[in-house]
């Protein structure tokens, strides 16, 4: 592995200022299961990691009911789901960092990092975004917030800046009636990734028999996770039936741009979207009437 210079600052400020001064040639540690396999496999170069572990902000998991959740960018999965109450909150999520890697991996990825790394085929993404997650970013220029659905601007390309890191993400707390599911197909039960990921919540209105709204997630179908905005939209206000998810799984094929590549074609890909956004609809709408 190639040389380079680690340092563990202890507040926000220390660690902007360092991402500043150096730039494209400084990166953040989290976790480190993507950046270090990374440096390691030559793919990358740096002169600086940043481990952000040591600031006490990026370390918060807070959940309140009427607030939702706060979860700070260097928070490993394991965590998360290891909290009934966001687990219960937020199950999709827990879905998504149930599925990264395994139980060793789930103990240093954290989420923060599986979005900043901006793999197309990031489990945690589709996951947050239907659970309508934004990024708290600090930078030299103060703090601003990003809605994950616009986040990754390409493979490995996010919006942040020289000199930003991603702080937290914050996930607003569930509506009444609500339910979260995400799931992906891959050849292998473990450690693959995602072939196609499907995340989908919904909002039932509370007699249980029709969707208030719904909102459908993709990962793997394009360069960056999408929100799928019309597939979602299909189904508001529509009794819940097969032919009305089935609509809702046609739109979102419609969105996915997927490519051929060694882990299936652009065919198997698109018929994969159907597949998955009617059982991650299912599954939503089961939780969704467990939860009320
Ligand atoms: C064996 C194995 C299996 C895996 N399986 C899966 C899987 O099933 N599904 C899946 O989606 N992924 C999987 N991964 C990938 C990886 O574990 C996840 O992407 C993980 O969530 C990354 O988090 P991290 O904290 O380790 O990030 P790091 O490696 O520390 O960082 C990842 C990238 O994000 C940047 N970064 C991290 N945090 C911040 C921040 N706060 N602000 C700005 N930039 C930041 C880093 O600079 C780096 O470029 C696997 C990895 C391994 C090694």
Redo the contacts with the bound molecule.
């Keep these: 592995m190639q040389a380079f210079a680690y340092a563990a600052p202890r507040t926000v400020d220390e660690a902007v200022s360092l991402l500043a001064q150096h730039g494209e040639r400084a990166?953040?540690?989290?976790?480190?299961?993507?950046?270090?396999?990374q440096l390691r496999e030559g793919k990358r170069t740096v002169d600086l990691l940043v481990d952000?572990k040591h600031i006490p902000e990026?370390n918060q998991l807070t959940y309140t009911p009427g607030e939702g959740l706060r979860l700070g960018?260097?928070v490993p999965?394991h965590k998360i789901y290891e909290q009934a109450e966001v687990a219960a909150a937020y199950p999709g999520l827990i879905d998504a960092v149930s599925?990264?890697?395994g139980i060793q991996?789930q103990g240093?990825?954290?989420?923060?990092?599986?979005l900043?790394?901006a793999?197309p085929?990031?489990?945690?993404i589709p996951a947050l975004i239907v659970h309508r997650a934004t990024c708290l970013i600090a930078g030299p220029q103060g703090t601003r917030e990003v809605a994950v659905e616009q986040f990754c601007t390409g493979p490995g390309e996010t919006v942040?800046q020289p000199g930003e890191?991603?702080l937290a993400l914050h996930l607003p707390p569930p509506p009444p009636h609500f339910g979260a599911y995400y799931l992906r197909f891959t050849p292998r039960n473990e450690?693959?990734?995602?072939v196609v990921g499907v995340g989908a919540s919904v909002v039932l209105h509370e007699d249980h028999t029709r969707f208030a709204s719904a909102r459908i997630a993709l990962g793997a179908v394009a360069p960056t996770p999408l929100l799928a905005s019309e597939a979602g939209e299909v189904l508001t206000d529509k009794v819940i039936s097969e032919e009305h998810i089935q609509q809702a799984a046609e739109a979102a094929q419609a969105v996915a741009r997927p490519i051929d590549d060694m882990r299936g074609t652009a065919e198997y890909r698109r018929h994969l979207v159907g597949v998955l956004t009617r059982r991650a609809l299912r599954g939503a709408v089961e939780r969704a009437k467990k939860e009320a």
């Design positions: 990166r953040v540690l989290a976790g480190g299961t993507d950046i270090l396999v952000i990026v960018a260097a999965c599925l990264i890697g991996i240093r990825a954290t989420v923060g990092g599986n900043c790394n793999s085929a990031a489990d945690t942040l890191l991603l450690m693959d990734i995602a």
